[in-house]
């Protein structure tokens, strides 16, 4: 039976008891909403003629044929949404106030590189070289981002580094040599060259995780939360530290709390990749609203509180990165959420 856009739906989807069937619709309407309304204040919309212009153009004769169908779901499951607390609070709440221009902005493809005493500006034009540790030789190498940067590079063995906003990766002078040994503060996703005389090892914290050919993130800002995360993609790494030793297949995470030793060892049983970040998007699935705004402060370099009654709660999505600021805010507000801004710091209230 073909679906009909109605509040009971939107209310029904807000408790989680759509079916897949009607999960992909309200998301597609919303999907296609974002495309088409940006100018319209969305709580004065009338639901009955959104339907049927949805109807018309996502829901036509044309697109009902199953493979055309099959690639909207397939876009429509890869576009924004953080619908899964607040959709109905959204539609049928008050008028909301228009955003004001805000100071945050999206990140850059920048870092610094601190080699002996310089440091060197590195963006799109201006490279890493792995030539410069060859010219160095000797010297302590250290690539850094700060809030609002991210960097991809490749070390002289042909290993590719892609480092997120607000981290370090340090490389010792040995590199290379008798092994491949990096440290890593913050967040950083590794896609090993193949070399088994030479074991590559990322010292994180007070652990260490060994690979040979093969390729998994490492996530530990020990400013903002005190777990170490990490998540393979390719072939087998080893995870340990002094009451540690695991083993982890591709598929598998590993989240260890540096401060008492206690670990989870998880499989994930979908394709939702830990290191979208490196491709330009946010992906969460069911994620403390803590670790998405530390995620999002990150990119778009701003300072936040949390009101208590946000500790628990979660949410699901994909986003962006080349989003404006302005954009993740309306996608919170959607999901239920209250905010102020106080020159550069956002405020999330009751």
Same mark, same amino acid.
């Given at each position: 039976?073909?679906?009909?856009?109605?509040? $009971?739906?939107?209310?029904?989807?807000?408790?989680?008891?759509?079916?897949?069937?009607?999960?992909?619709?309200?998301?597609?309407?919303?999907?296609?909403? =974002?495309?088409?309304?940006?100018?319209?204040?969305?709580?004065?919309?009338?639901?009955?003629?959104?339907?049927?212009?949805?109807?018309?153009?996502?829901?036509?004769?044309?697109?009902?044929?199953?493979?055309?169908?099959?690639?909207?779901?397939?876009?429509?499951?890869?576009?924004?949404?953080?619908?899964?607390?607040? %959709? %109905?609070?959204? /539609?049928?709440?008050?008028?909301?106030?228009?955003?004001?221009?805000?100071?945050?902005?999206?990140? $850059?493809?920048?870092? !610094?590189?601190?080699?002996?005493?310089?440091?060197?500006?590195?963006?799109?034009?201006?490279?890493?070289?792995?030539?410069?540790?060859?010219?160095?030789?000797?010297?302590?190498?250290?690539?850094?981002?700060?809030?609002?940067?991210?960097?991809?590079?490749?070390?002289? !063995?042909?290993?590719?580094?892609?480092?997120?906003?607000?981290?370090?990766?340090?490389?010792?002078?040995?590199?290379?040599?008798?092994?491949?040994?990096?440290?890593?503060?913050?967040?950083?996703?590794?896609?090993?060259?193949?070399?088994?005389?030479?074991? /590559? +090892?990322?010292?994180?914290?007070?652990?260490?995780?060994?690979?040979?050919?093969?390729?998994?993130?490492?996530?530990?800002?020990?400013?903002?939360?005190?777990?170490?995360?990490? $998540?393979?993609?390719?072939?087998?790494?080893?995870? =340990?530290?002094?009451?540690?030793?695991? +083993?982890?297949?591709?598929? $598998? +995470?590993?989240?260890?709390?540096?401060?008492?030793? !206690?670990?989870?060892?998880?499989?994930?049983?979908?394709?939702?990749? %830990?290191?979208?970040?490196?491709?330009?998007? /946010?992906?969460?699935?069911?994620?403390?609203?803590?670790?998405?705004?530390?995620?999002?402060?990150?990119?778009?370099?701003?300072?936040?509180?949390?009101?208590?009654?946000?500790?628990?709660?979660?949410?699901?999505?994909?986003?962006?990165?080349?989003?404006?600021?302005?954009?993740?805010?309306?996608?919170?507000?959607?999901?239920?959420?209250?905010?102020?801004?106080?020159?550069?710091?956002?405020?999330?209230?009751?």
């Amino acid at each position: 039976m073909k679906q009909r856009l109605s509040k $009971q739906l939107l209310q029904k989807y807000q408790q989680g008891m759509c079916s897949a069937e009607e999960i992909a619709f309200v998301e597609s309407w919303y999907n296609q909403l =974002s495309r088409t309304n940006n100018a319209k204040d969305i709580p004065e919309l009338d639901l009955a003629a959104e339907d049927r212009y949805f109807q018309q153009h996502i829901f036509g004769p044309e697109l009902r044929a199953n493979r055309h169908r099959r690639a909207y779901l397939k876009v429509a499951a890869s576009i924004v949404f953080f619908l899964m607390a607040g %959709a %109905a609070m959204y /539609f049928f709440s008050g008028r909301q106030r228009s955003p004001q221009p805000l100071p945050f902005s999206v990140g $850059q493809f920048q870092a !610094d590189l601190l080699i002996g005493n310089e440091v060197v500006r590195l963006d799109e034009k201006k490279q890493f070289s792995p030539a410069l540790m060859e010219q160095r030789k000797g010297d302590q190498v250290a690539i850094k981002t700060k809030k609002g940067q991210e960097f991809k590079m490749e070390l002289p !063995d042909g290993t590719l580094v892609w480092l997120n906003a607000d981290s370090k990766l340090e490389i010792g002078p040995g590199y290379n040599v008798q092994e491949r040994s990096v440290l890593l503060t913050g967040e950083a996703y590794f896609k090993v060259a193949k070399n088994k005389a030479k074991p /590559f +090892i990322v010292h994180v914290g007070n652990t260490s995780i060994e690979a040979l050919g093969t390729a998994f993130n490492v996530k530990l800002y020990p400013n903002d939360s005190q777990l170490l995360t990490t $998540q393979l993609d390719e072939g087998k790494i080893s995870v =340990s530290n002094a009451s540690l030793q695991e +083993i982890l297949l591709p598929g $598998q +995470i590993i989240k260890l709390n540096v401060l008492n030793g !206690d670990f989870q060892l998880q499989q994930e049983n979908k394709q939702q990749d %830990a290191a979208n970040w490196k491709d330009g998007y /946010f992906e969460f699935d069911q994620t403390p609203l803590p670790e998405i705004l530390a995620d999002l402060a990150r990119w778009y370099n701003f300072t936040y509180s949390l009101s208590p009654v946000y500790k628990n709660k979660v949410l699901s999505g994909k986003i962006s990165k080349k989003e404006s600021f302005e954009e993740v805010l309306k996608i919170l507000r959607f999901a239920g959420i209250n905010y102020k801004i106080d020159k550069d710091r956002l405020l999330l209230v009751p």
